[in-house]
T-cell receptor
């Protein structure tokens, strides 16, 4: 059974710092891994998607990597800003369910201090 | 940009009522999903649909049903609302996954915060 773990559960950093959020998963038979951002009381906003055949994806100050063999992904945020404060979720879509079931991590709550 | 629209941001209903949550997407996606999100439990899949009139149970379908009469609309129904169904409900959609390409992201609506009194 696929399990997705995110470490740390919460993180507080000063503005301008570069940071890394970690995601690990137990079953490497995945279609893709997706990183989301969630603001309080809101839905999920897709940040980056990495297909199982890819190693990394970049969008602006965000870079996500995937090491499928070790079951790990990282989300790197460069030059953090107070507006980056949110909960970040990673999610994997499993091959054995035809991709219909997505397993989410519990999230990392990020606070960037001005 | 994909737009997934949930009909209500906040909803308050009474125990025993039949509750309808509506979700509409504008990208002609085959796949649609309903999740609930609770503190400490994360997101859990209630039901999903891979085509019109097709539906499959997710991990926690008890007390819920769904309807997909049109491709763009996926409705979640609480047959007889109970207080333990107070939660944030999230709808999502995606295009079909191709076996060799996992390049279809899920897109989410803004969520409906449902309170059952």
């Amino acid at each position: 059974k696929q399990e997705v773990t995110q470490i740390p559960a919460a993180l507080s950093v000063p503005e301008g710092e570069n940071l890394v959020l970690n995601c690990s998963f137990t079953d490497s038979a995945i279609y893709n891994l997706q990183w989301f951002r969630q603001d309080p009381g809101k839905g999920l906003t897709s940040l980056l998607l990495i297909q199982s055949s890819q190693r990394e994806q970049t969008s602006g100050r965000l870079n996500a990597s995937l090491d499928k063999s070790s079951g790990r992904s990282t989300l790197y945020i460069a030059a953090s800003q107070p507006g980056d404060s949110a909960t970040y979720l990673c999610a994997v879509r499993n091959l054995d369910t035809g991709g219909f079931k997505t397993i989410f991590g519990a999230g990392t709550r990020l606070f960037v201090k001005a | 940009d994909v737009k997934v629209t949930q009909s209500s941001r906040y909803l308050v209903k009474r125990t025993g009522e039949k509750v309808f949550l509506e979700c509409v997407q504008d990208m002609d996606h085959e796949n649609m999903f309903w999740y609930r999100q609770d503190p400490g439990l994360g997101l859990r899949l209630i039901y999903f649909s891979y085509d019109v009139k097709m539906k499959e149970k997710g991990d926690i379908p008890e007390g819920y049903s769904v309807s997909r009469e049109k491709k763009e609309r996926f409705s979640l129904i609480l047959e007889s609302a109970s207080t333990n169904q107070t939660s944030m409900y999230l709808c999502a959609s995606s295009a079909p996954l191709h076996r060799d390409r996992g390049n279809q992201p899920q897109h989410f609506g803004d969520g409906t915060r449902l309170s059952i009194l």
